[in-house]
């Protein structure tokens, strides 16, 4: 299994600022994926985070509205820019292990206001 | 493209007797697939997974689900609900493509256990 940690756990964000969220690992990952839960609904994937290249994005999801960082195999930042009310959700870090199941952190809930 | 299916937003079970959550999927490959639990404020939890073997998958806190090719079902199953299972389930789907372990996520069931 492996461990991850997010930060912050939660925060309220004022409509046009950016907030980035931090994803760290107890274990060297190759992929790291940033999911997206908006309220009442299912995850839905932003993109992979691959060390050393650039993110990989889903339809939908473009990197000027979603910077990704991945600076090592243990920590990736994903950053929701110039914010609007509808991109109040939870993000989630999510990791593979052994090329089968995917952990996942507890997840940032943003409040955008 | 790969798909999942829970066509129940909401389970009600009273404590004690058995509880069923379903699931669908449509891949075009052999699915590797995946229970998940979400309590409230809190993350996903990796419940269970079916990758090749026995149809019957056992996982943690007592579930288990049950693989059926010619149905395409993964349901998830415990034979005595308890109140501290009420939580949301994901089911979900990955086809092997060397891709990495990117997961396409049913909508969700909200499970209630009452007294």
């Known amino acids: 299994s492996a461990v991850i940690s997010q930060k912050p756990s939660r925060d309220i964000c004022q409509r046009g600022t950016s907030l980035t969220i931090q994803c760290q690992v107890d274990s060297q990952v190759t992929m790291m994926f940033w999911y997206r839960q908006q309220p009442g609904q299912s995850l839905t994937l932003i993109a992979t985070a691959n060390q050393g290249s650039e993110a990989t994005y889903e339809s939908g999801f473009v990197i000027d509205k979603f910077p990704i960082s991945r600076p090592n195999l243990t920590f990736s930042t994903l950053t929701v820019s110039n914010m609007s009310p509808e991109d109040s959700s939870i993000y989630l870090c999510?990791?593979?292990?052994?090329?089968?199941?995917?952990?996942f952190g507890q997840g940032t809930r943003l409040t955008v206001v | 493209a790969q798909s999942v299916a829970q066509p129940e937003d909401q389970v009600n079970v009273a404590e004690g007797n058995p509880l069923t959550v379903k699931c669908t999927y449509s891949?075009?490959?052999?699915?590797?697939l995946f229970w998940y639990v979400q309590y409230p404020n809190r993350g996903l939890q990796f419940l269970l997974k079916?990758?090749?073997?026995?149809?019957l998958v056992k996982g943690s806190y007592g579930f288990e689900a049950e693989f059926n090719k010619s149905q395409t079902s993964f349901h998830l199953k415990k034979p005595s609900a308890l109140v501290s299972d009420s939580a949301l389930y994901f089911c979900a789907v990955r086809v092997y493509t060397g891709g990495g372990n990117k997961l396409t996520f049913g909508t969700g069931t909200q499970l209630k256990v009452e007294l």
């Open positions: 079916y990758i090749t073997g026995d149809n």
């Open positions: 999510s990791v593979g292990v052994g090329n089968t199941e995917a952990f």
């Open positions: 891949v075009s490959g052999n699915p590797y």
